[in-house]
């Protein structure tokens, strides 16, 4: 069985900066593609940003040059920095996480952006 916990969410005000933190825990053999995700109120979930294991990284259009995803193998996590934080990056925050052929999905965390 594998666990999956994201931190760090929470109250920023616009132009504002957050850390997003995932780790997986439990039967894990080999991780491959890591991710974060985001769902605003009454939208789909979407991609935020995603990085192999090899380190490729690939991002939303709406996020690229203020996000960064980077990845620590020895700790199997997965880290979201987030700056220039703006209004409509309110959105309860997912990290997914591919062990073997199954993406394994945290609870979420809440960010919101709001003077």
């Known amino acids: 069985q594998v666990q999956v916990v994201e931190s760090g969410g929470g109250l920023v005000q616009p132009g504002g900066s957050l850390r997003l933190s995932c780790a997986a825990s439990g039967s894990i053999f080999s991780i491959y593609g890591m991710g974060w995700y985001r769902q605003a109120p009454g939208k789909q979930r979407e991609l935020v940003a995603t990085i192999t294991g090899n380190g490729n990284t690939n991002y939303a259009a709406s996020v690229k040059g203020r996000f960064t995803i980077s990845r620590d193998n020895t700790k199997n996590s997965v880290f979201l920095q987030m700056n220039s934080l703006k209004p409509e990056d309110t959105a309860v925050y997912y990290c997914?996480?591919?062990?073997?052929?199954?993406?394994?999905w945290g609870q979420g965390t809440q960010v919101t952006v709001s003077s």
């Open positions: 997914n996480i591919q062990i073997g052929s199954i993406g394994y």
